[in-house]
Structure formats: C-alpha cells, structure tokens
C-alpha cells in the first residue's frame, strides 16, 4: 500500500483545516491508519489514529474535541478535521498504516508503524 497525504496549508489561529490520507492498494480491516505530526526541533508525536474494521478511533489529549479522524471505505480514504487550531498544530502531519493480523488497540507508538506517506506542512498563523 503507498500513501498519500495532502490539504495541508497556511490557517489563521481558530481555524479550520481538513487533512486527507489517501491509500493506494489494499486496507484490511485489522489495519490501523494513524496521523503524525512533527514540529522543527521537535519529536514526532501521535495525533490520532482510526481502526479500519470498527473505525474506531483515539487522540492525543491537546486534540481532544478539536480535531476528528474519519475514514471513507469507498474511497480508501483517511481524514483528519482540524478545528480551532492554534500556534502549537504547526508542523508536518503524516499519515502511516500499522498492518496487524488481528484485531489490536491503536497504537501511538511510530514504530509500530509500517509504511508512511509524504508528510503535508501545515502551518497556523497568529
């Protein structure tokens, strides 16, 4: 499966912005999509990720209630809503697929991680 991230941009602080992961190839249900970001001089940090099968869904605690992950099956499609956005959202988001062969709780870990997109730049501006 290959990767494609896009829709990032320059938004005011307090805006919106909606991040698209399109995959080319197969997604399985056991699959787990996730989002990344990282910041200059900064780690690269989990944002949210979406199960497959269930669409269930987890977040990082700073994005709780601002942002929401979604997935379309028809179009192979993972989006990321980013609402209220502030100075500390500026960074590079990615989107990567964990592959499993079962069912297993979404990790925030990158490492678990196994194929990755280009990353998007998002930038928020004061």
């Known amino acids: 499966v290959q990767l494609q991230a896009s829709g990032g941009g320059l938004v005011q602080a307090g805006g919106s912005l909606r991040l698209s992961c399109a995959a080319s190839?197969?997604?399985?249900?056991?699959?787990?999509i996730g989002w990344f970001r990282q910041a200059p001089g900064k780690e690269r940090e989990f944002v949210a990720g979406i199960r497959w099968r269930d669409a269930k869904s987890n977040y990082r605690d700073s994005v709780k209630g601002r942002f929401t992950i979604s997935r379309d099956s028809a179009r192979n499609t993972v989006y990321l809503q980013m609402n209220t956005v502030n100075s500390e959202d500026t960074a590079v988001y990615s989107c990567?697929?964990?592959?499993?062969?079962?069912?297993?709780?979404?990790?925030?870990?990158?490492?678990?991680?196994?194929?990755w997109g280009q990353g998007t730049q998002v930038t928020v501006s004061s």
């Open positions: 990567a697929v964990q592959r499993n062969t079962r069912v297993t709780p979404i990790s925030q870990s990158a490492s678990l991680y196994d194929t």
């Open positions: 190839g197969d997604i399985f249900a056991t699959d787990v």
